[in-house]
């Protein structure tokens, strides 16, 4: 075979492993281990925010739940971003 | 955002890209991947297939007849006899084969005149020392 013929035959290999690559199912292993991730990314930030303003409500005279929310909030904000850029990365 | 400089360099000229963030080749040994901060190394790559990913998120892909690759101070660097860029696998081989079937076009072109030049070159010899006999 000549150089040029089997740079054409080994690239035309590579580019098809590539493709199977893509088409082929994301195993059960990769879906959990994915979605784990993006479910730790988002709710870590809420459930640290919740403790964080649980903590300062509790510093406050009287009853109050204002941090609290907030920083719920907050967290829900933190977390939604995090999985946006984690999206994103993997796009 | 941690990159690297990658340069590819072949007889047709050169070509630079100063911010990757990942390539993934192949040697005889297998496919490998060099993210930015490796440590030094050199590779001998194999025929085929060798792809770099952008700092804007778009792969790339180069076909090479083998080629030395030299990663040092984050800078990495491919020097291949020739090589072909391209954005999409599937349409980088099929520009493969028209590249190819061009060079050889050019090739036989340049051998065509080169004989020429032999044969007036000859003739030319042969006129000079008929005239030199004479």
């Known amino acids: ?91 | 955002m941690r990159t690297f400089g990658l340069a590819l360099l072949d007889s047709h000229g050169e070509n630079r890209f100063a911010r990757v963030r990942q390539f993934v080749g192949a040697d005889a040994s297998g496919v490998f991947g060099i993210l930015p901060g490796h440590e030094a190394m050199v590779a001998v790559l194999r025929y085929g297939l060798a792809r770099f990913l952008d700092d804007t998120g778009a792969w790339h892909y180069a076909a090479l007849p083998g080629g030395v690759l030299r990663f040092s101070d984050n800078a990495l660097s491919i020097t291949s006899v020739r090589y072909f860029l391209g954005d999409e696998p599937g349409a980088l081989v099929a520009g493969l084969a028209r590249e190819m079937a061009r060079d050889d076009s050019e090739l036989s072109t340049a051998r065509q005149t080169l004989a020429k030049i032999d044969r007036s070159l000859l003739r030319r010899l042969a006129d000079m020392n008929s005239q030199g006999g004479a």
């Not at chain 1, 988002?42 to 907030?70: C, E, K, Q």
């Open chain 1, 1 to 91: 075979m000549r150089d040029d013929e089997k740079l054409i035959a080994d690239t035309l290999r590579d580019a098809r492993r590539l493709q199977e690559k893509a088409q082929r199912p994301a195993a059960w292993v990769g879906i959990m281990f994915y979605g784990g991730t993006l479910g730790l990314l988002f709710v870590v930030p809420i459930i640290a925010g919740a403790y964080l303003g649980r903590w300062l409500d509790s510093l406050v005279a009287g009853y109050s739940v204002r941090w609290t929310m907030s920083l719920i909030v907050l967290g829900i904000a933190l977390g939604a971003y995090n999985a946006y850029r984690f999206l994103k990365g993997k796009s």
